[in-house]
């Protein structure tokens, strides 16, 4: 029997204007398979390489990735290695395919906490995509979102003590100004693969709303149409924001 176009099935003007994604099982992919952990990154990043195109493709606008949370840092040193050298030849050749696509890139996270080198190619990629008009690519690195709420509210204290904000002006709004998510508009949509059903720290204060879509595909398996299928069932959705 032929799969289900889910491309075909999607109404451009109804797409989320921001998907957020929990790129999990990749360590799962690699076991069943016989084959050490970083293996399974390494295909999760393929995996990505697609999913980004299939986004751009259609006109998503906003896409959040989860590649390293701040709870991470506790896996076996062998494996933050590969992860982060993973993270360098990845943005290398992003660098290097710059021109063949139209992706801005940014990270959220605190990204201080990497090696200096990482910093500097984030930076320098961050400055060269700046400019670019199709899907904005933020990378979740070393990010989350206890740390990343914490984060805010020392700026604001901060800023308080300087007397740059008033108290009374604190709200909702003005709170989300001093995220790492402040240009960027909430998730509409946050998939998450591997079966797993859990948010784990990743954008809890901007997932308030969010449809939450699981799958049961480990990451390095997941593929365009799976993306496209998430977003067609995202569009059969009835979003009430709290309202009737
Ligand atoms: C979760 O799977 C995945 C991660 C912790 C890393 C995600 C990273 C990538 C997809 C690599 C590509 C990203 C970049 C930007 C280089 P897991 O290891 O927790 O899987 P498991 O739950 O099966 O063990």
Known sequence: MKDID?????YLDKLPKHVAIIMDGNGRWAKKKNI??????KAGAKALQKILKAADDIGIKHLTVYAFSTENWTRP?????????LLREY???YLKDM???NIKVDIIGDITKLDK????????IKIKTYNKTGLNLHIALNYGGHDEIIRAIKKIGQDLLDSKINIDEINK??????????DIPDPDLLI?????????????????????YFCDKLWPDYNENDFYKAIYEFQKRNRRFGGI
């Open 6 to 10: 889910y491309k075909e099935k999607i």
């Open 91 to 93: 943005l290398k050749q």
């Open 36 to 41: 050490p952990r970083n293996f399974g990154h």
């Open 77 to 85: 040193k062998e494996e933050i290695s590969g992860l982060m050298n």
């Open 99 to 101: 021109d063949k696509n």
């Open 173 to 182: 709004d003005v709170f989300a100004t001093y995220l790492d998510t402040k």
């Open 117 to 124: 080198d990482i910093q500097e190619q984030i930076e320098k």
């Open 192 to 212: 998450r693969t591997s079966g797993e059903q859990r948010i784990s720290n990743f954008l809890l204060w901007q997932i308030a709303y969010s449809e939450l």
